[in-house]
């Protein structure tokens, strides 16, 4: 198996899952270290996606999944600063900025 990535944005708070680019196929991420924190620039998503995260925006994780020919699924669990997500209408770009990363592998934690 190739390597394979994909993104999720979910509510901090109740978990709900608001974007997912492993079901949307019309969502598309960049993501970039940026500093001491991280950028997610995001493209493809509704107007209905987009004020819902835009309404939530102090209160979301973003979460970076990770996927490498023999070895575990790695997450990437990320802190979003509410105070720097925004939309560029005109670009139909979402820029979500996060503070800080926890890495793990979630086999570690879940037996079967």
């Excluded at 835009?54 to 790695?74: A, C, G, H, S, Y």
């Excluded at 990437?76 to 925004?86: E, K, N």
């Amino acid at each position: 198996m190739a390597q394979q990535e994909w993104f999720m944005v979910k509510h901090g708070v109740t978990g709900r899952g608001l974007a997912n680019s492993k079901t949307d196929a019309e969502l598309s991420y960049r993501f970039q270290k940026q500093g001491t924190g991280y950028v997610f620039t995001v493209t493809g998503l509704d107007e209905q996606t987009v004020a819902r995260i835009i309404d939530l925006k102090q209160e979301l994780n973003v979460f970076r999944f990770v996927q490498r020919k023999d070895r575990p699924l790695t997450k990437h669990w990320y802190y979003v600063d509410g105070d720097r997500v925004t939309y560029d209408s005109e670009r139909c770009t979402l820029k979500i900025h996060a503070k800080s990363e926890i890495e793990y592998i979630p086999n570690d934690y879940f037996a079967d």
